[in-house]
Antibody, heavy 124, light 107 residues
Framework: DVQLVESGGGLIQPGRSLRLSCAAS????????LTWVRQAPGKGLEWVGF??????????DYAASVKGRFTISRDDSKSIAYLQMNGLETEDSAIYYC???????????????WGKGTTVTVSS | DIQMTQSPSSLSASMGDRVTITCRAS??????LAWYQQKPGKVPKLLIY???TLQSGVPSRFSGSGSGTHFTLTISSLQPEDIATYYC?????????FGQGTKLEIK
């Protein structure tokens, strides 16, 4: 079965850093882009950013709200994607999901499989 | 950035009803539109991509239509397991903006 498992969440003070992991199994990880999406308590979904596969340079795009603070990377040898979060703010408190991207013509992507998420709470 | 606006924000319907949710994009996005279902306390699930293509395993009572700026998600006959919040999302550019969600409840 295709599976994504996030980890690394927890309680963290404002201004600190945290790294989330997304471990994949059941598919050829290196053939896919990966996206991170977050959901603040009681709120809707917010696209955070994504990383293309290595064949496309493993390039990244980010939402304006996290650009310059968050960095997505990948290690295809381990089938893991990472979300490095620096300068955390209370507004970053959310469940963080990773999702597998399906590429369509034109170089666009939609998410077809989601992990169960990991919770990040930013509080002093 | 493209803005996605869903209506209504919440909806109450009876079992067996035909339910329609609308999503409007602030500019044309062709058919680069996906719909996700999120049941309470659960992970979002892909229902429809390319505005009208049903994801494998999704019941045929779900359908999507539209192109450009106006899209709809229709449930032909509401079932108890369809109680959820539904989100549209554009994917023709970054950021891939979600609509604010439509919470579907049973009347």
């Amino acid at each position: 079965d295709v599976q994504l498992v996030e980890s690394g969440g927890g309680l963290i003070q404002p201004g600190r850093s945290l790294r989330l992991s997304c471990a994949a199994s059941g598919f050829s990880f290196g053939d896919y882009a990966l996206t991170w999406v977050r959901q603040a308590p009681g709120k809707g979904l917010e696209w955070v950013g994504f990383i293309r596969k290595n064949a496309y340079g493993a390039t990244t795009d980010y939402a304006a709200s996290v650009k310059g603070r968050f960095t997505i990377s990948r290690d295809d040898s381990k089938s893991i994607a990472y979300l490095q979060m620096n300068g955390l703010e209370t507004e970053d408190s959310a469940i963080y999901y990773c999702a597998r991207d399906v590429r369509v013509s034109g170089g666009y992507y939609y998410m077809d499989v989601w992990g169960k998420g990991t919770t990040v709470t930013v509080s002093s | 950035d493209i803005q996605m606006t869903q209506s209504p924000s919440s909806l109450s319907a009876s079992m067996g009803d035909r339910v329609t949710i609308t999503c409007r994009a602030s500019q044309g996005i062709s058919n680069y539109l996906a719909w996700y279902q999120q049941k309470p306390g659960k992970v979002p699930k892909l229902l429809i991509y390319a505005a009208s293509t049903l994801q494998s395993g999704v019941p045929s009572r779900f359908s999507g239509s539209g192109s450009g700026t106006h899209f709809t998600l229709t449930i032909s006959s509401l079932q108890p397991e369809d109680i959820a919040t539904y989100y549209c999302q554009t994917y023709n550019s970054a950021p891939r903006t979600f609509g604010q969600g439509t919470k579907l409840e049973i009347k």
